[in-house]
Nanobody, 126 residues
Framework: QVQLVESGGGLVQAGGSLRLSCAAS????????MGWFRQSPGKEREFVAA????????SYADSVKGRFTISRDNAKSTVYLEMNSLKPEDTAVYYC???????????????????WGQGTQVTVSS
């Protein structure tokens, strides 16, 4: 069992930056692919970014490519999402997720992920 705890959300003006963190429990963090998803009111949860367990592979949704960066520190069992040039449409609850079988590749599909955090709110004002 893996527990995920997100932090770093908050209120920021358009054009600003935030850094989300997701701390994971468990001894095998480096073998887990990690992903970030988000959900806005009235919308389905959507993929944002993912990183393989090895850290070699990353993938991004087109809407955040060039503005967001996902990274991980396996020694700290933590994955990060650096968000720059934020837009009001980035407002959402952001969720961290872990996939037990993604050491070399990434997945943008919710069904691939086995564990989820409770989410952290990001609000971007215009």
């Amino acid at each position: 069992q893996v527990q995920l705890v997100e932090s770093g959300g908050g209120l920021v003006q358009a054009g600003g930056s935030l850094r989300l963190s997701c701390a994971a429990s468990g001894r095998t963090f480096s073998s887990y692919g990690m992903g970030w998803f988000r959900q806005s009111p009235g919308k389905e949860r959507e993929f944002v970014a993912a990183i393989s367990g090895s850290g070699v592979s990353t993938s991004y949704a087109d809407s955040v490519k060039g503005r967001f960066t996902i990274s991980r520190d396996n020694a700290k069992s933590t994955v990060y999402l650096e968000m720059n040039s934020l837009k009001p449409e980035d407002t959402a609850v952001y969720y961290c997720a872990a996939d037990r079988f993604r050491y070399l590749i990434t997945s943008s599909h919710e069904a691939s992920y086995d564990y989820w955090g409770q989410g952290t709110q990001v609000t971007v004002s215009s």
